[in-house]
């Protein structure tokens, strides 16, 4: 534990740091040049996380029995973290907007840009693997049923359910699976077309998050604040512990989860709340705010797992 402890301002400096430095070029880029987020989010949205998607699944190495309980208990966390979050939400009773808003930043982790590279440096390369599959279980749901969430702000049901059908990411899924089932080799120039578009994912959406700072308003909104960040750097890995011991999930796979549980809001919920026009100062805030704290939970929780 001790050696962990003091790995940790590396961990800091390598994994949490590129992240704010990322973030704060696309800040300067919006405050100086006056760029519209909009655009990137779009592409963002309908060219690279699709096909970072598709990339992740059809390289997973996993037995089908591990990839099994990684999405079902994954699945599970997050819907009753999306249960607890909604009772929260209900207690404060916020407008329409701000629940959907809080619903999908309690909800969705940066389980892939912060996420995976934590887990690399305290676990290995074996639980990465478990944590890949958690991440891409997490994107799945924000980019399907966190649209309808987010839709939901400043939509019917019938016009968010219908989004759905807009979404990239759901063919990529499909066809991803059609790969893995038929064992199909793709030709090298689409493989790599796919693997660096999605490659531009991640860099892609922590510049749209420093762009979305310039339009960040957090007057008012200090409770929804408070309970996404309580929801995501708190109640997320205990929860997810309960879950872990239910499902008999030990070892790499434990480590990985359970740290993935605890990581701060997604970076795409802003993306995804600037698609849809739903809270996204609110959202970009929470982003911030959760990702700025996260050392102080993220510490405690890696001196336990690696105990």
Request: hydrophobic letters at 55%.
């Amino acid at each position: 534990m001790s050696d962990l402890l003091s790995d940790l301002p590396l961990l800091f400096l390598n994994n949490l740091l590129p992240i704010f430095l990322a973030a704060g070029a696309g800040y300067l880029l919006a405050r100086n040049l006056k760029l519209n987020p909009r655009v990137l989010s779009q592409v963002v949205f309908y060219v690279f996380s699709p096909c970072l998607i598709f990339t992740l699944l059809i390289q997973s190495k996993l037995s089908n029995e591990d990839i099994f309980i990684t999405i079902s208990s994954t699945g599970i966390f997050i819907l009753l973290v999306g249960l607890i979050t909604w009772l929260g939400g209900k207690a404060l009773r916020l407008p329409r907007g701000q629940m959907a808003a809080l619903l999908v930043t309690g909800m969705f982790m940066n389980a892939g840009n912060y996420g995976l590279p934590v887990v690399l440096f305290a676990f290995g390369d074996n639980a990465l693997s478990y944590a890949s599959l958690f991440f891409v279980t997490n994107a799945i749901l924000a980019y399907t049923l966190g649209v309808i969430i987010i839709s939901m702000g400043s939509a019917s049901l019938t016009q968010a359910l219908s989004n759905l059908f807009k979404l990239p990411v759901i063919y990529a899924l499909l066809l991803a699976v059609i790969i893995m089932q038929t064992g199909w080799k793709m030709p090298v120039f689409l493989e790599r077309t796919t693997t660096m578009l999605g490659n531009a994912s991640i860099p892609g959406m922590l510049v749209l998050l420093g762009m979305q700072l310039q339009q960040a308003n957090w007057h008012g909104k200090g409770k929804p604040l408070a309970l996404a960040a309580t929801m995501r750097l708190v109640v997320g890995p205990v929860l997810m512990l309960l879950i872990a011991s239910l499902f008999s999930i030990a070892g790499a796979a434990r480590q990985a989860s359970v740290l993935e549980a605890g990581m701060p809001t997604a970076v795409l919920t802003t993306m995804l709340a600037t698609e849809y026009e739903t809270e996204p100062s609110l959202v970009t805030a929470i982003v911030f705010i959760t990702t700025l704290l996260s050392p102080f939970s993220i510490t405690p929780l890696l001196a336990y797992l690696g105990a």
